[in-house]
């Protein structure tokens, strides 16, 4: 029985905009202080887009160019993009086709995927199984959300939490047992509105009353998110393992999603991994929902050693989670 084809991470690239939003400059706007969100979420600041007339296309298409130009090779030569994401440009057309003709993709389709703050985790795997199916050889994977478009800044259990950035990986066919091995996805429909977006979609179309009532805002109950968050991105981190034989010793990195850091801490735990093992830059850009796992493995990238084994991990909105097991590959 031939060896199953896999699909590896051959490059990263990564945008950031320059603004830093500072938990100093949040006690200026709301009832907050920096010990507060410090403590309770370990977010020091967080970057914010506010150039004119750019959104999150232009932020992933920054991205993608880096982890193209990285590889050295020519955007013709991508076949399929995916940007997750949940504050696309527009409704439609899709963030990946805008990002398409930024960067000059001529020959590639792309598509967008919405899963909250899982939406790489989702893509990537997608991603992956293209490459092993043969139907694909080169999928750009994007990452990038502009937060700051849908946070309401007179909510201090939200406005605190999101910050603005893009992740890219390039996926490609490996050879040599690097890439992405095996990966747990959940979904459990939350029709409570516990994480949502009241208005803008076509249950509640725009007018003046869900403007008037600021529906277009990222709404969060935040104990009950936070409780799930923890029980929901610890236990499939730990079901992956389990499920591939893996133990504490054997994993090199576990790349978590930059939610909070109370659920990091808990994930890490539940794994049985020292925190020298973890990823964290929540504290210098904040939760950029599909964004936070592509930016770590960029700020990672020189840490990262050929055949490490890496655990992925996120849980968002939806609610959405899951978990990839990969060895990295990238020289």
């Not at 000059?104 to 899963?115: E, I, K, Q, R, T």
């Not at 936070?292 to 959405?320: E, M, Q, R, S």
Request: hydrophobic share 40%; proline share 2%; glycine share 10%.
């Amino acid at each position: 029985m031939a060896e199953r084809k896999l699909a590896g991470i051959t490059s990263v690239g990564h945008y950031l905009p320059e603004y830093r939003l500072t938990n100093s400059d949040l006690e200026e706007m709301v009832d907050t202080n920096d010990e507060w969100i410090r403590t309770r979420t370990g977010i020091s600041e967080r970057r914010i887009l506010k150039d004119e007339g750019k959104a999150t296309a232009f932020m992933g298409a920054k991205a993608a160019a880096e982890a193209i130009e990285r590889r050295g090779i020519d955007a013709d030569e991508i076949d399929v993009i995916i940007v997750a994401t949940v504050t696309p440009d527009y409704l439609f057309p899709a963030t990946a086709c805008l990002v398409q003709e930024q960067i000059g993709a001529n020959n590639a389709y792309g598509f967008d995927l919405s899963a909250a703050c899982s939406g790489f985790l989702f893509a990537l795997s997608n991603g992956a199984n293209m490459i092993e199916s043969g139907r694909a050889e080169k999928v750009l994977v994007i990452g990038a959300d502009k937060m700051s478009s849908i946070v309401d800044y007179t909510d201090r259990s939200t406005c605190i939490l999101f910050g603005d950035g893009a992740g890219a990986v390039l996926l490609e066919p490996t050879e040599d047992g690097t890439g992405i091995i095996d990966y747990i996805h959940h979904t459990e429909g939350d029709t409570n509105g516990t994480l949502y977006q009241p208005a803008g979609g076509s249950l509640n179309p725009a007018s003046h009353d869900t403007v008037a009532e600021r529906l277009h805002y990222a709404k969060q109950d935040g104990r009950t998110v936070f409780k799930k968050a923890t029980v929901g991105m610890a236990d499939v981190s730990a079901e992956i393992m389990e499920k591939n034989d893996l133990t504490a010793e054997d994993i090199a990195w576990l790349v978590p999603h930059q939610a909070n850091l109370r659920i990091i801490d808990a994930t890490a735990n539940r794994m049985g991994l020292d925190s020298e093992k973890v990823m964290v830059n929540i504290d210098k850009y904040g939760n950029t929902t599909a964004a936070t796992i592509p930016l770590c493995l960029y700020d990672w990238k020189d840490k990262l050693n050929h055949g490490d084994n890496l655990v992925l991990a996120a849980f968002g909105g939806g609610y959405t989670w899951g978990s990839i097991y990969m060895k990295w590959g990238e020289q």
